[in-house]
């Protein structure tokens, strides 16, 4: 497992990188980032496992480096690390399901007790996940070396699965994610994304978003129609203020300047 520090204080990411013993929590590779910037470049070339990032950083923010995270649906664990115990930075670290929100200074056994129960965490999960798949892959297998039995219904391959995915994801836009999919299709996470994007040739969580999109310019086009902050609901997302920053990256313009233009 590995963990990617961001804090734009040198000291303070040499200092936690010493202040444990990582290896004995099973975190093999700590990494240390001065910037959101450089940290996502990091995010981009390494599969991290956790992050423990401080707030307040110049030009972008920890809140703004979580965003990209989620936005791209890597599956990394946040743990803040602040020297402002603020309630509006506790309140978006429980909108941004946070794993833990931590002040400065951080003693030795508070940071060991956090990454002792999230890495305990991380690895129930991985374990998890190996055993669905190893039961997925187990299953295919048998299927495909047993006779066809007339009165049992027949498997669908991947090629017959992945349209029912899509159509799943058209319908329920509101709340659709990779785990909600993974419990309606009875298939492990990692294998549902990776039939996905072989039969797509797009990641699950573009695919999603791109939908996402689409709906709400649809919705947004209609003479008369929703309030914005309704087709952002609508669309899935959690506020008026993400719906809003993921449209203009998008298309290029707000929700208000789409609706004028185009009705």
């Known amino acids: 497992m590995k963990l990617l520090i961001v804090d734009d204080n040198t000291y303070v990411v040499a200092g936690i990188r010493v202040q444990l013993d990582w290896q004995a929590l099973g975190i093999t590779e700590v990494y240390g980032a001065y910037s959101v910037k450089e940290a996502f470049r990091i995010l981009e070339k390494e599969k991290i496992d956790f992050l423990l990032t401080d707030i307040e950083m110049p030009e972008e923010d920890g809140f703004r480096l979580i965003d990209r995270i989620r936005e791209r649906g890597m599956k990394t664990r946040v743990v803040l690390l602040t020297s402002f115990a603020e309630f509006k930075y506790a309140e978006r670290a429980v909108s941004a399901h946070v794993y833990a929100y931590l002040l400065k200074p951080i003693t030795d056994e508070k940071l060991l007790e956090v990454f002792t129960a999230l890495t305990k965490e991380a690895q129930r999960e991985a374990r998890d996940d190996r055993l669905r798949e190893i039961g997925n892959d187990w299953l295919l297998e048998r299927m495909d070396n047993e006779k066809p039995d007339a009165s049992a219904p027949a498997r669908k391959s991947p090629e017959e699965i992945v349209p029912e995915i899509r159509a799943y994801i058209r319908a329920h836009l509101a709340d659709c994610s990779r785990e909600v999919l993974s419990r309606q299709f009875y298939l492990s996470p990692d294998y549902?994304?990776?039939i996905f994007?072989?039969?797509?040739?797009?990641?699950?969580?573009?695919?999603?978003?791109?939908?996402?999109m689409e709906r709400a310019r649809e919705l947004l086009r209609e003479p008369n129609g929703l309030p914005i902050s309704e087709i952002a609901e609508l669309t899935g997302y959690d506020s008026f203020a993400h719906f809003s920053k993921?449209?203009?990256?998008?298309t290029g313009v707000s929700p208000n300047e789409y609706r004028r233009r185009n009705t």
Do not use: A
């Open 192 to 194: 549902l994304s990776r």
């Open 197 to 212: 994007r072989r039969v797509c040739g797009v990641s699950l969580i573009n695919f999603i978003q791109q939908e996402r």
């Open 246 to 250: 993921q449209f203009r990256r998008h």
